[in-house]
């Protein structure tokens, strides 16, 4: 069975005979333990054209060490990863052609597109660690001095030596003194490696070339193909590296998914000019069905967190019955449900395809004559027609009596503000600081008009909730409190201000 573990660490390049400075007298540590020294050997596994690398998704078979067995390392956050462990299978530490366990293989699909991976390079590594504890011998932080040897395979064998610092949080550490130990190593002169692991600094070059800008690449005479394109990349990227995490439910991985996801079709919607709709309508059509699917899940996670702090919040003489365990209840054969459909669709051919498409899309994009011209030119009108979108469904609503066809129409405002707001995310590498504010405004104005839809949409759940606790003979009146609360929920006090703070952001842009 799997096992996972959160990895905070930071990575030091360091000379081979320079000395590490001292690790006693920290705030904080209580006792030095180690060093501690040890062999490591570790096969590395990828697809030909090393695609789990080129977003630092990384899976090894390790032999040596207290963790030995096969790794996958998923990226959560900047210096953050998530560790996915299986133990060997009796004898498999000594089979010379091991092959990765499918409770891994099958985490990375998005990344490999189903296809078979084999070794790409192998390392070895003579470790010297150090633990820094507290008093009580609780770890604080791991040290660790690697001498390591590493080996490519395939045409390009390359073999290279080199030694690095790594310090990693243990479970009662935190980030100070991760800082303390940097300005400590920094004064021995040992400074922050770029490598965001061992394999990525042995591969280096033969990394996966996608031909494609980095948004940290922009700048203002950038062309509207290099804005728009980046930012496919990045959703493109986050879709992948988030699958296994949403395989895995971790949280908010299924929201993060989505968002990846409704950016990257917002972005096609919008910047037509740059790639033909004709072009791109059957792949926004499959990003729809996806969003769609991540949404259900989505969906009774956002209403059960809802549900649960509106009762919590609520006097207690108005909470007649076990209302929460109702609530735990009702949502968790839902939500199980709603996650098994949502891996059977990760796990079809039609999810593959639609990953396929994004690739073709990223390698040879159809760009229109406009592509070329410099992008701060272009942008500008490009957000205005956007934005007209959300002024013509807010006063559609504006002119419609509270009920079913208002909310409609505020929710069809709220979908044009995400859309302006992702277009104008993808502008601010080019457009600066009005294009960030712009996209403040879009997001204060969506998350007003969603606390609204969240409401509308508890109704029937609320009705439902209701209706079953009568008929189990308990009290369904808690749930009718909370209907009463959510049919009384409603935007106006707040919307005309929030309008008006867009409207000042987008005329701001000329």
Do not use: C
Request: proline share 5%; aromatic share 4%.
């Amino acid at each position: 069975m799997a096992q996972s573990v959160m990895e905070t660490e930071r990575k030091y390049d360091v000379d081979e005979n320079a000395s590490l400075p001292s690790w006693s007298r920290l705030a904080g540590v209580g006792d030095t333990v180690g060093p501690q020294e040890e062999l490591l050997e570790a096969t590395y596994f990828d697809t030909p054209d090393l695609r789990l690398a080129a977003v630092g998704v990384t899976l090894r078979r390790r032999r040596g060490g207290s963790d030995g067995g096969w790794h996958l390392k998923l990226p959560v956050a900047a210096g953050t990863r998530e560790e996915v462990r299986v133990g060997f299978a009796p004898g498999e530490s000594r089979r010379r052609n091991p092959q990765p366990p499918d409770e891994l293989t099958g985490l990375i699909r998005s990344l490999t597109h189903a296809q078979p991976v084999a070794p790409v390079a192998e390392l070895s590594t003579v470790r010297r660690m150090w633990r820094l504890t507290d008093s009580e011998g609780h770890d604080l932080v791991a040290i660790v001095d690697d001498h390591v040897t590493g080996r490519t395979f395939g045409d390009a064998t390359e073999t290279r030596t080199w030694r690095e610092i790594e310090v990693e949080l243990g479970d009662r550490g935190d980030t100070t003194l991760l800082d303390r130990l940097e300005r400590r190593l920094d004064k021995a002169g040992i400074r922050r490696s770029d490598a965001p692991s061992k394999l990525a600094r042995l591969l280096g070059p033969r990394l996966l070339e996608r031909g494609v800008p980095h948004p940290s690449t922009l700048h203002r005479r950038s062309t509207l193909a290099s804005v728009l394109l980046a930012y496919l990349r990045t959703q493109a990227d986050a879709i992948r590296v988030l699958d296994p995490a949403v395989r895995r439910q971790r949280p908010e991985s299924v929201h993060q998914m989505r968002v990846a996801i409704r950016r990257m079709r917002s972005a096609l919607q919008a910047y037509r000019m740059v790639i033909p709709r004709a072009a791109t309508r059957d792949l926004t059509t499959e990003l729809a069905w996806l969003a769609s699917v991540l949404g259900t899940a989505r969906d009774l996670e956002v209403l059960e967190q809802r549900l649960h702090e509106e009762v919590r919040v609520l006097p207690a003489d108005l909470v007649l019955g076990p209302v929460q365990a109702q609530l735990t209840r009702y949502f968790a054969g839902r939500q199980a449900r709603a996650h098994e459909e949502l891996v059977a669709a990760l796990d079809s051919a039609r999810y593959l395809a639609l990953l396929t498409a994004i690739d073709d899309l990223l390698t040879d994009p159809p760009l229109a004559a406009a592509a070329r011209e410099r992008a701060r030119r272009r942008l500008t009108p490009i957000l205005d027609r956007t934005y007209r979108r959300v002024a013509a469904q807010l006063k559609t609503a504006d002119e419609l009596p509270p009920g079913q066809d208002r909310d409609t129409a505020l929710h069809e405002a709220r979908k044009a503000a995400k859309r302006l707001r992702y277009a104008a995310e993808a502008a601010s590498p080019a457009l600066g600081t009005p294009a960030r504010r712009l996209v403040s405004r879009a997001k204060q104005l969506q998350e007003l008009l969603g606390h609204h839809q969240d409401a509308t949409v508890s109704l029937a759940a609320l009705r439902e909730l209701g209706a079953d606790a009568h008929l189990e003979g308990g009290n369904g009146f808690t749930f009718g409190v909370l209907y009463h609360q959510a049919m009384a929920t409603s935007p106006d006090a707040e919307l005309r201000p929030a309008a008006a703070k867009l409207r000042r952001a987008v005329k701001a842009l000329a």
